[in-house]
């Protein structure tokens, strides 16, 4: 059993940052890659960045150079920095993982949290 908590969201005005956290739990298990994906009102999730547990970051175009994801694998524990906020990131922001589950089985899993909005105004 895995779960992912995402906190850090709130509003904040056009230029300004947000540092979104999200904290992995649950015994008998490992987490790989993990990532960021938002969704604002009337479109479809999109992905916003991903770091795998070696560091490699990937970024949409739309938040390249703006925002910074990071992990710490000791603390199953992933940040995205966001500064230079525009409106056009407002969104709900989900935390995703993947994620190997070793009891009561092995399994595989791809676990989402529960999502924390963040609002940019102009």
């Known amino acids: 059993q895995v779960r992912l908590v995402e906190s850090g969201g709130g509003l904040v005005q056009a230029g300004g940052s947000l540092r979104l956290s999200c904290k992995a739990s649950?015994?008998?298990?490992?987490?790989?890659?993990m990532g960021w994906y938002r969704q604002a009102p009337g479109k479809q999730r999109e992905l916003v960045a991903t770091?795998?547990?070696?560091?490699?970051?990937n970024y949409a175009d739309s938040v390249q150079g703006r925002f910074t994801i990071s992990r710490d694998n000791a603390k199953n524990t992933v940040y995205l920095q966001m500064n230079s906020l525009q409106p056009e990131d407002t969104a709900v922001y989900y935390c995703?993982?993947?994620?190997?589950?070793?009891?009561?089985?092995?399994?595989?899993?791809?676990?989402w949290g529960q999502g924390t909005v963040v609002t940019v105004s102009s």
């Open positions: 649950g015994s008998s298990s490992s987490i790989n890659a």
């Open positions: 770091v795998t547990r070696a560091g490699t970051t």
């Open positions: 995703n993982a993947d994620a190997v589950v070793f009891l009561p089985d092995y399994r595989r899993l791809e676990v």
